[in-house]
Protein backbone atom coordinates (compact mmCIF):
# COMPACT_ATOMS: atom_id res chain seq x y z
CA UNK A 1 0.00 0.00 0.00
CA UNK A 2 1.31 3.33 -0.59
CA UNK A 3 -0.40 6.38 0.67
CA UNK A 4 -0.66 9.73 -1.23
CA UNK A 5 -2.17 13.05 -1.31
CA UNK A 6 -1.82 15.36 -4.39
CA UNK A 7 0.05 13.51 -7.41
CA UNK A 8 3.74 14.45 -7.20
CA UNK A 9 6.57 12.81 -9.26
CA UNK A 10 8.48 11.11 -6.02
CA UNK A 11 5.34 8.96 -5.58
CA UNK A 12 4.21 8.05 -9.06
CA UNK A 13 7.65 8.23 -10.87
CA UNK A 14 9.69 7.43 -7.75
CA UNK A 15 8.25 4.96 -5.43
CA UNK A 16 5.45 3.17 -7.96
CA UNK A 17 8.23 2.14 -10.65
CA UNK A 18 10.43 1.36 -7.60
CA UNK A 19 7.65 -0.82 -5.95
CA UNK A 20 7.17 -2.86 -9.41
CA UNK A 21 10.83 -3.53 -9.48
CA UNK A 22 11.03 -4.62 -6.29
CA UNK A 23 8.23 -7.15 -7.32
CA UNK A 24 5.08 -5.51 -5.11
CA UNK A 25 2.04 -4.48 -6.67
CA UNK A 26 0.84 -1.30 -5.99
CA UNK A 27 -2.46 -0.14 -4.44
CA UNK A 28 -2.55 3.50 -4.11
CA UNK A 29 -4.92 4.98 -1.50
CA UNK A 30 -5.39 8.59 -1.96
CA UNK A 31 -7.86 11.21 -1.13
CA UNK A 32 -7.66 12.82 -4.69
CA UNK A 33 -8.22 9.51 -6.76
CA UNK A 34 -9.27 11.16 -9.74
CA UNK A 35 -6.36 13.33 -10.20
CA UNK A 36 -4.11 10.39 -9.59
CA UNK A 37 -6.39 8.50 -12.21
CA UNK A 38 -5.22 11.71 -14.77
CA UNK A 39 -1.98 11.56 -13.72
CA UNK A 40 -1.42 7.45 -14.56
CA UNK A 41 -3.62 8.48 -17.98
CA UNK A 42 -0.53 10.32 -19.15
CA UNK A 43 1.66 8.73 -21.87
CA UNK A 44 5.27 7.68 -21.03
CA UNK A 45 4.42 6.39 -17.63
CA UNK A 46 6.46 3.36 -16.95
CA UNK A 47 4.77 1.71 -14.11
CA UNK A 48 0.98 2.24 -13.10
CA UNK A 49 -0.89 1.53 -9.52
CA UNK A 50 -3.17 -2.12 -9.66
CA UNK A 51 -5.55 0.03 -7.96
CA UNK A 52 -6.51 3.56 -6.76
CA UNK A 53 -8.28 3.79 -3.64
CA UNK A 54 -10.34 6.85 -2.43
CA UNK A 55 -10.21 7.13 1.31
CA UNK A 56 -9.67 9.59 3.80
CA UNK A 57 -5.86 9.05 3.98
CA UNK A 58 -5.40 11.88 6.52
CA UNK A 59 -7.60 9.48 8.90
CA UNK A 60 -5.93 6.20 10.61
CA UNK A 61 -9.28 4.58 11.18
CA UNK A 62 -9.92 5.11 7.32
CA UNK A 63 -6.66 4.00 6.13
CA UNK A 64 -7.23 0.83 8.40
CA UNK A 65 -10.84 0.47 7.51
CA UNK A 66 -9.57 0.46 3.93
CA UNK A 67 -6.97 -2.19 4.17
CA UNK A 68 -9.19 -4.49 6.17
CA UNK A 69 -12.11 -4.46 3.45
CA UNK A 70 -9.38 -6.09 1.24
CA UNK A 71 -8.70 -9.55 1.00
CA UNK A 72 -5.04 -9.47 0.91
CA UNK A 73 -3.40 -8.36 3.88
CA UNK A 74 -0.26 -5.73 2.65
CA UNK A 75 3.23 -6.49 2.86
CA UNK A 76 4.39 -3.20 2.94
CA UNK A 77 2.01 0.26 4.18
CA UNK A 78 4.21 3.40 2.79
CA UNK A 79 3.87 7.26 2.03
CA UNK A 80 6.44 9.87 1.12
CA UNK A 81 3.80 12.40 1.92
CA UNK A 82 4.71 15.24 4.78
CA UNK A 83 1.28 15.29 5.52
CA UNK A 84 0.97 11.35 6.00
CA UNK A 85 3.59 10.08 8.10
CA UNK A 86 1.62 9.65 11.35
CA UNK A 87 -1.44 7.78 9.36
CA UNK A 88 1.27 5.58 7.50
CA UNK A 89 2.54 4.74 10.60
CA UNK A 90 -0.47 4.02 12.78
CA UNK A 91 -2.19 1.78 10.58
CA UNK A 92 1.34 0.22 9.72
CA UNK A 93 1.65 -0.65 13.16
CA UNK A 94 -1.85 -2.39 13.63
CA UNK A 95 -1.36 -4.89 10.80
CA UNK A 96 2.20 -5.10 12.61
CA UNK A 97 4.41 -3.88 9.91
CA UNK A 98 7.69 -2.27 10.03
CA UNK A 99 7.07 1.09 10.34
CA UNK A 100 8.17 4.59 12.04
CA UNK A 101 7.37 5.13 15.72
CA UNK A 102 4.12 7.45 14.76
CA UNK A 103 4.70 9.50 18.06
CA UNK A 104 7.97 10.64 16.48
CA UNK A 105 6.02 10.96 13.20
CA UNK A 106 3.71 13.44 14.33
CA UNK A 107 6.06 15.09 16.68
CA UNK A 108 7.90 16.06 13.16
CA UNK A 109 5.04 17.35 11.23
CA UNK A 110 3.43 19.35 14.37
CA UNK A 111 6.38 21.93 14.51
CA UNK A 112 5.34 23.31 17.73
CA UNK A 113 5.50 19.60 19.07
CA UNK A 114 9.05 19.21 17.67
CA UNK A 115 9.87 22.40 19.43
CA UNK A 116 8.34 21.43 23.07
CA UNK A 117 10.65 17.46 22.54
CA UNK A 118 13.92 19.33 21.85
CA UNK A 119 13.54 21.61 24.29
CA UNK A 120 11.96 18.82 26.95
CA UNK A 121 15.46 16.91 26.06
CA UNK A 122 17.70 19.34 26.37
CA UNK A 123 18.49 19.24 22.67
CA UNK A 124 17.04 23.18 21.53
CA UNK A 125 16.11 25.84 23.81
CA UNK A 126 15.34 27.85 20.49
CA UNK A 127 12.52 30.61 21.66
CA UNK A 128 8.77 29.67 20.30
CA UNK A 129 4.83 30.06 20.80
CA UNK A 130 1.88 28.81 19.15
CA UNK A 131 -1.21 31.38 18.47
CA UNK A 132 -4.43 30.28 17.17
CA UNK A 133 -5.48 34.06 17.30
CA UNK A 134 -5.27 37.83 18.31
CA UNK A 135 -5.88 37.16 21.95
CA UNK A 136 -3.25 34.68 21.74
CA UNK A 137 -0.94 36.46 19.68
CA UNK A 138 -1.82 39.67 22.23
CA UNK A 139 -1.08 37.12 25.03
CA UNK A 140 2.72 36.43 24.20
CA UNK A 141 3.61 39.71 22.07
CA UNK A 142 5.77 41.36 24.76
CA UNK A 143 8.12 38.01 25.36
CA UNK A 144 8.53 37.76 21.27
CA UNK A 145 12.04 37.93 19.92
CA UNK A 146 12.52 40.22 17.16
CA UNK A 147 13.18 39.65 14.28
CA UNK A 148 11.04 36.45 14.68
CA UNK A 149 9.41 33.43 12.05
CA UNK A 150 5.79 32.79 11.50
CA UNK A 151 4.74 29.94 9.93
CA UNK A 152 1.88 27.46 9.98
CA UNK A 153 2.48 24.36 12.59
CA UNK A 154 2.03 21.69 10.09
CA UNK A 155 3.24 24.03 7.05
CA UNK A 156 5.48 22.66 3.95
CA UNK A 157 7.49 23.87 1.28
CA UNK A 158 7.75 27.95 2.83
CA UNK A 159 4.06 27.99 2.44
CA UNK A 160 2.98 31.61 4.55
CA UNK A 161 6.45 31.57 6.11
CA UNK A 162 8.12 35.34 6.62
CA UNK A 163 10.32 36.98 8.89
CA UNK A 164 8.43 39.75 10.99
CA UNK A 165 10.85 42.65 12.60
CA UNK A 166 8.31 44.40 14.76
CA UNK A 167 5.15 43.96 16.32
CA UNK A 168 3.31 45.69 13.71
CA UNK A 169 4.46 43.07 11.06
CA UNK A 170 4.02 40.28 13.31
CA UNK A 171 0.11 41.47 14.07
CA UNK A 172 -0.45 41.76 10.09
CA UNK A 173 1.38 38.80 9.38
CA UNK A 174 -0.89 36.76 11.29
CA UNK A 175 -3.92 38.69 10.38
CA UNK A 176 -3.37 37.82 6.86
CA UNK A 177 -3.30 34.28 7.29
CA UNK A 178 -6.27 33.79 9.79
CA UNK A 179 -7.76 35.92 7.16
CA UNK A 180 -7.73 33.05 4.99
CA UNK A 181 -8.08 30.15 7.53
CA UNK A 182 -9.59 31.69 10.93
CA UNK A 183 -8.05 29.74 13.82
CA UNK A 184 -4.78 28.07 11.89
CA UNK A 185 -2.21 27.39 14.45
CA UNK A 186 0.69 29.43 13.42
CA UNK A 187 4.11 29.13 15.27
CA UNK A 188 6.23 31.96 16.53
CA UNK A 189 9.68 31.16 16.58
CA UNK A 190 13.05 32.93 16.90
CA UNK A 191 14.94 33.48 13.92
CA UNK A 192 18.03 31.84 13.15
CA UNK A 193 20.78 33.50 11.19
CA UNK A 194 23.58 31.35 9.05
CA UNK A 195 23.54 29.28 6.66
CA UNK A 196 21.41 26.44 5.61
CA UNK A 197 22.19 22.92 5.70
CA UNK A 198 20.53 19.06 5.33
CA UNK A 199 21.57 16.50 6.31
CA UNK A 200 20.32 13.30 4.74
CA UNK A 201 19.83 9.88 6.48
CA UNK A 202 18.35 6.39 5.99
CA UNK A 203 17.65 3.68 8.99
CA UNK A 204 16.07 0.71 9.99
CA UNK A 205 16.12 1.04 13.44
CA UNK A 206 19.03 -0.80 14.42
CA UNK A 207 21.41 1.61 12.50
CA UNK A 208 21.70 5.10 10.73
CA UNK A 209 23.81 6.07 7.84
CA UNK A 210 23.94 9.49 6.58
CA UNK A 211 23.65 9.73 2.96
CA UNK A 212 25.01 13.17 2.86
CA UNK A 213 23.78 16.49 2.64
CA UNK A 214 22.70 19.61 0.80
CA UNK A 215 23.46 23.87 1.02
CA UNK A 216 20.72 25.29 0.66
CA UNK A 217 20.27 28.90 -1.44
CA UNK A 218 17.29 31.14 0.23
CA UNK A 219 15.26 33.54 -1.45
CA UNK A 220 16.30 36.75 0.71
CA UNK A 221 13.71 37.57 3.43
CA UNK A 222 11.07 38.24 4.20
CA UNK A 223 10.47 35.25 2.63
CA UNK A 224 12.51 31.78 2.77
CA UNK A 225 12.09 30.03 -0.79
CA UNK A 226 15.05 27.79 -1.62
CA UNK A 227 16.45 28.66 -4.95
CA UNK A 228 19.58 26.56 -5.00
CA UNK A 229 20.99 23.15 -3.15
CA UNK A 230 24.67 22.08 -3.89
CA UNK A 231 25.75 18.22 -2.80
CA UNK A 232 27.94 18.35 -0.07
CA UNK A 233 27.79 20.29 3.49
CA UNK A 234 31.37 21.10 3.69
CA UNK A 235 31.30 20.61 7.35
CA UNK A 236 32.99 18.65 9.44
CA UNK A 237 32.76 14.96 11.37
CA UNK A 238 31.99 16.86 14.71
CA UNK A 239 29.77 19.23 13.15
CA UNK A 240 27.22 16.43 11.34
CA UNK A 241 27.45 14.15 14.27
CA UNK A 242 26.35 17.25 16.45
CA UNK A 243 22.86 16.61 13.85
CA UNK A 244 23.20 13.06 14.04
CA UNK A 245 22.80 13.30 18.03
CA UNK A 246 19.78 15.40 17.81
CA UNK A 247 17.72 13.40 15.92
CA UNK A 248 18.04 10.22 17.01
CA UNK A 249 17.80 11.17 20.84
CA UNK A 250 14.45 12.91 19.05
CA UNK A 251 13.43 9.63 18.18
CA UNK A 252 14.62 9.20 14.44
CA UNK A 253 15.88 5.90 13.26
CA UNK A 254 13.75 4.24 10.66
CA UNK A 255 12.57 5.21 7.28
CA UNK A 256 14.06 8.45 5.30
CA UNK A 257 14.56 11.21 6.97
CA UNK A 258 15.47 15.03 5.76
CA UNK A 259 16.88 17.52 8.50
CA UNK A 260 17.31 21.23 7.76
CA UNK A 261 19.55 23.21 10.22
CA UNK A 262 21.53 26.63 10.21
CA UNK A 263 25.29 26.05 11.27
CA UNK A 264 26.06 28.64 14.42
CA UNK A 265 29.00 29.70 15.93
CA UNK A 266 27.50 27.47 19.21
CA UNK A 267 26.63 24.74 16.79
CA UNK A 268 24.14 23.26 14.54
CA UNK A 269 20.67 24.96 15.45
CA UNK A 270 17.21 22.45 13.85
CA UNK A 271 14.89 24.19 11.60
CA UNK A 272 12.60 21.69 10.91
CA UNK A 273 12.72 17.60 11.19
CA UNK A 274 10.63 15.82 7.95
CA UNK A 275 10.44 12.45 8.21
CA UNK A 276 10.60 11.48 5.07
CA UNK A 277 13.09 11.69 2.03
CA UNK A 278 13.63 14.82 0.69
CA UNK A 279 11.51 16.15 -1.83
CA UNK A 280 11.61 19.12 -4.87
CA UNK A 281 13.17 17.04 -7.45
CA UNK A 282 15.97 16.51 -5.01
CA UNK A 283 15.21 12.99 -4.01
CA UNK A 284 15.99 12.04 -7.90
CA UNK A 285 19.00 14.12 -7.77
CA UNK A 286 20.51 12.40 -4.87
CA UNK A 287 19.95 9.03 -6.48
CA UNK A 288 21.98 10.03 -9.25
CA UNK A 289 24.76 11.61 -7.58
CA UNK A 290 24.98 8.93 -4.58
CA UNK A 291 24.83 5.43 -7.84
CA UNK A 292 22.43 3.80 -5.39
CA UNK A 293 18.29 2.46 -6.31
CA UNK A 294 17.23 5.15 -3.31
CA UNK A 295 13.85 4.51 -4.26
CA UNK A 296 13.79 0.31 -3.54
CA UNK A 297 16.05 0.38 -0.59
CA UNK A 298 13.52 3.35 0.85
CA UNK A 299 10.77 0.59 0.27
CA UNK A 300 12.64 -2.24 1.43
CA UNK A 301 13.01 -1.47 4.76
CA UNK A 302 9.10 -1.24 4.92
CA UNK A 303 9.30 -4.58 3.57
CA UNK A 304 11.12 -5.72 6.73
CA UNK A 305 14.65 -5.79 4.53
CA UNK A 306 17.26 -4.70 6.45
CA UNK A 307 19.56 -1.33 5.60
CA UNK A 308 22.10 -2.77 3.25
CA UNK A 309 25.52 -1.64 3.12
CA UNK A 310 25.84 1.04 0.94
CA UNK A 311 28.66 2.11 -1.43
CA UNK A 312 28.34 5.86 -1.62
CA UNK A 313 29.55 7.19 -5.01
CA UNK A 314 31.42 10.19 -4.54
CA UNK A 315 30.10 13.63 -7.03
CA UNK A 316 28.88 16.84 -7.27
CA UNK A 317 25.37 17.54 -7.80
CA UNK A 318 23.43 20.88 -8.17
CA UNK A 319 19.76 22.02 -8.24
CA UNK A 320 18.43 25.26 -9.46
CA UNK A 321 15.20 26.36 -9.18
CA UNK A 322 13.19 29.36 -11.34
CA UNK A 323 10.63 31.03 -10.07
CA UNK A 324 7.98 33.53 -11.20
CA UNK A 325 8.93 37.03 -10.22
CA UNK A 326 5.24 38.22 -10.99
CA UNK A 327 1.87 36.49 -11.41
CA UNK A 328 0.20 36.01 -14.46
CA UNK A 329 -0.63 33.48 -17.06
CA UNK A 330 2.60 31.36 -18.74
CA UNK A 331 3.25 32.38 -22.26
CA UNK A 332 6.18 30.79 -23.30
CA UNK A 333 8.46 28.60 -21.67
CA UNK A 334 11.71 26.38 -22.18
CA UNK A 335 10.73 22.81 -22.96
CA UNK A 336 12.09 20.19 -21.10
CA UNK A 337 15.68 18.21 -21.66
CA UNK A 338 18.18 15.71 -20.33
CA UNK A 339 21.78 16.87 -21.92
CA UNK A 340 25.14 13.83 -21.27
CA UNK A 341 28.43 15.59 -22.12
CA UNK A 342 31.17 13.87 -21.05
CA UNK A 343 30.75 13.00 -17.48
CA UNK A 344 28.35 15.89 -16.68
CA UNK A 345 24.53 14.85 -17.12
CA UNK A 346 22.02 18.20 -16.80
CA UNK A 347 18.19 17.73 -17.16
CA UNK A 348 15.66 20.23 -16.80
CA UNK A 349 11.87 19.61 -16.27
CA UNK A 350 9.40 22.48 -16.75
CA UNK A 351 6.84 22.56 -13.91
CA UNK A 352 4.39 25.29 -15.11
CA UNK A 353 2.83 24.72 -18.74
CA UNK A 354 2.06 27.56 -21.21
CA UNK A 355 -1.72 28.69 -20.66
CA UNK A 356 -1.19 28.17 -17.03
CA UNK A 357 -1.97 31.33 -14.15
CA UNK A 358 0.34 31.74 -11.55
CA UNK A 359 -0.10 33.03 -8.32
CA UNK A 360 2.80 34.18 -6.20
CA UNK A 361 2.78 32.63 -3.17
CA UNK A 362 6.55 33.28 -2.10
CA UNK A 363 6.93 29.35 -1.58
CA UNK A 364 8.31 26.63 -4.30
CA UNK A 365 4.62 26.86 -5.16
CA UNK A 366 6.05 29.53 -7.32
CA UNK A 367 8.55 27.46 -9.27
CA UNK A 368 8.56 27.45 -13.02
CA UNK A 369 10.98 25.12 -13.99
CA UNK A 370 14.15 22.98 -11.86
CA UNK A 371 17.94 22.20 -13.62
CA UNK A 372 19.36 19.28 -12.24
CA UNK A 373 23.07 18.61 -13.23
CA UNK A 374 25.61 15.53 -11.95
CA UNK A 375 28.94 15.41 -12.52
CA UNK A 376 32.69 14.32 -11.27
CA UNK A 377 33.58 18.19 -11.24
CA UNK A 378 31.74 21.18 -8.68
CA UNK A 379 33.31 23.48 -11.10
CA UNK A 380 32.70 22.38 -14.16
CA UNK A 381 29.38 21.41 -13.25
CA UNK A 382 28.62 24.85 -11.94
CA UNK A 383 30.02 26.70 -15.30
CA UNK A 384 27.55 24.59 -17.13
CA UNK A 385 25.13 24.41 -14.90
CA UNK A 386 25.34 28.65 -15.20
CA UNK A 387 25.35 28.75 -19.44
CA UNK A 388 22.41 26.34 -19.23
CA UNK A 389 20.53 28.56 -16.65
CA UNK A 390 21.28 31.73 -18.73
CA UNK A 391 19.38 30.05 -21.53
CA UNK A 392 16.16 29.58 -19.76
CA UNK A 393 13.44 32.00 -20.37
CA UNK A 394 9.69 32.80 -19.53
CA UNK A 395 7.17 34.73 -20.70
CA UNK A 396 4.34 35.75 -18.01
CA UNK A 397 1.46 38.18 -19.31
CA UNK A 398 -1.22 39.39 -17.73
Known amino acids: MILAHVPTDSVNVGFVPAARRFGL ?26 EIVACDVFNPLAVIDAITCRAQKPAAIFSNSDHLQTST ?19 AKNKAEMRAKLKARGLDTLWHAMVCDQAALAR ?7 PCIVKPREGVASQQVSLSHDRAALTAQCAAAWSKQPGQPLLLEEYIAGPLYTLETIGDDKKLCVLGGFQVKLSPPPYF ?21 IIRRFGVGFGACH ?8 GPRLIEINYRSIGDYREFLLQD ?4 PLFEIILGLYAGEPLPQLDIAPGAALIRYFTAQSAGRVIGAPNA ?27 NKDYLG ?18 ISSELAWTIGV
Open 25 to 50: SVVLLTDDAEAHRQYFSQPGLTAYPR
Open 89 to 107: AIAAEYFNLPRKDWHVAYR
Open 140 to 146: VLDSVPF
Open 225 to 245: VELEASWGTGLTANQETEVID
Open 259 to 266: TEFVMTDS
Open 289 to 292: TLGL
Open 337 to 363: FDRHSDDIRITFKPLRAIGETVSLTHS
Open 370 to 387: VLRGTGADVQRLGLEMDR
